[in-house]
Every structure is written in C-alpha cells, then in structure tokens.
C-alpha cells in the first residue's frame, strides 16, 4: 500500500469547516483513498472513501486531485465532537477483505 | 443501527497467563479482523478471517496468537502465554461481502493490561 503523509496536527473553530489534507503521491492506479477517525482511544470510525472523484457523504466531502497525488477531507461544519485523530489511508480495491494501514493520522481539535 | 462489540471492556492479567478477548461482529457480516493499538502509539492490524480461515496475518500474529469463530456469533482472540508487551487496546472490526463492503466498523475495544 502506498504511504501518505498528513500534518500531525490542526485546529479548527467550532462550525467552521475542517479541511484535513493528506500526500499520497506514490498512490498506484487501483488504490483507493480511504479516510478513518478515531475519537478518544474508541474504535476507528469510517468516514468516506473514493478512486478519483469527489465524494460527499453525511458525514463529510473528499476532494481528490487530478493526479490524485493528494486529497482533503472536508468536514462542512465542525463541531466539538468531531475532536478526533483523523487517518488517511491508501489501499488497493474497495472491498471487505483488505487491512487497513495506519498511521500517525492528523490530531483534530476543534475550538469552541 | 447495529454494532460490534467486544468484551470484556477491560482485562488485567498476569504475565504467562492466557486470555480471551470476545466479540461479537454484526450478524451479516463474513470478514473479521483483529487490532491493536499500544497506547500512544499507531493502530496495527493483527489478523483478518474469512470462511473460518485466516486470510492474512501480520507479523506480530505469532504462534501466541490464535482466532476462532466457535459458533455463528462470536470471534476470539486468544493469547496463549501473555507477556508485558501485549498490553494494549485490542480492537475487532468486521465488514460484510456484499452492500458496503468497504467499510470496517470497528469495536470500542478491550484494553488488555498485563502485569
């Protein structure tokens, strides 16, 4: 799986947007782009994932680039309980069976 | 809207002794998994199963390691001889084959404490 980078923190004002971005510039064709959260040592949560276009759940959107070397997560209105440390993940395939690769992940707080 | 969940929440042993942690992942779903994450430090994948088979294991998955689904509902983990670095947050997770099968939904976790 290919490696991503992401800042090791951020903060963001309560209802402001949260834009998390993530480097994936060795991303191979079939990898997908995968983000997670985890609040407070609970079990990771899955947020949204996508190929190459943009994505919006209820959750959050997922803007890839072009050359999907790099994406951003955006949540549209923070609120305190999105207080969470933040993965980005590549892997191959959109399917059940694959691990997940964590990493340091992005430390989110969000200020009221 | 269902959960997978893990019990018990919390276990303290002693060092050499062996340990069960228990799950329960959602009724439809075939793949299950096995994490950990020692505190401070990254979230690792341990195990996937699928068909009553383990279907990849990482490298810290060693011979004091061992999963079983022993009836319809529950998948275990068990350490056999339990050392002071196993002390961690073991998290299960499980996905289904088919409808959304890109997501893991994960448990909330037992904290494994050995002493």
């Known amino acids: 799986d290919a490696k991503t980078t992401q800042p090791t923190s951020m903060d963001c004002a309560e209802g402001r947007a949260a834009n998390l971005p993530c480097n994936h510039s060795?991303?191979?064709?079939?990898?997908?782009v995968y983000w997670y959260r985890q609040i407070h040592s609970q079990g990771p949560q899955y947020i949204i994932h996508g190929l190459k276009n943009n994505e919006t759940n209820e959750m959050a959107s997922l803007i890839i680039t072009e050359d999907r070397k790099s994406s951003t997560l955006i949540l549209p209105h923070a609120t305190l309980r999105d207080t969470a440390v933040y993965y980005c993940?590549?892997?191959?395939?959109?399917?059940?069976?694959?691990?997940?690769?964590f990493g340091t992940g992005t430390r989110l707080t969000i200020i009221p | 809207e269902p959960e997978v969940t893990q019990t018990p929440s919390h276990q303290v042993t002693q060092m050499g002794q062996e340990v069960i942690l228990r799950c329960v992942p959602i009724s439809n779903h075939l793949y299950f998994y096995w994490y950990r994450q020692i505190l401070g430090q990254k979230v690792e994948f341990l195990v996937s199963?699928?068909?009553?088979?383990?279907?990849?294991k990482s490298e810290i998955f060693d011979d004091q390691f061992s999963v079983e689904r022993p009836d319809g509902s529950n998948f275990t983990l068990k350490i056999r001889s339990t050392k002071l670095e196993d002390s961690a947050m073991y998290f299960c997770?499980?996905?289904?084959?088919?409808?959304?099968?890109?997501?893991?939904?994960f448990g909330p976790g037992t904290r494994l404490t050995v002493t």
């Open positions: 997770a499980s996905s289904p084959l088919m409808g959304r099968p890109y997501e893991q939904y």
């Open positions: 993940i590549v892997r191959v395939g959109g399917f059940g069976n694959e691990k997940l690769t």
């Open positions: 060795t991303i191979s064709g079939n990898e997908y």
């Open positions: 199963f699928y068909n009553n088979e383990i279907s990849e």
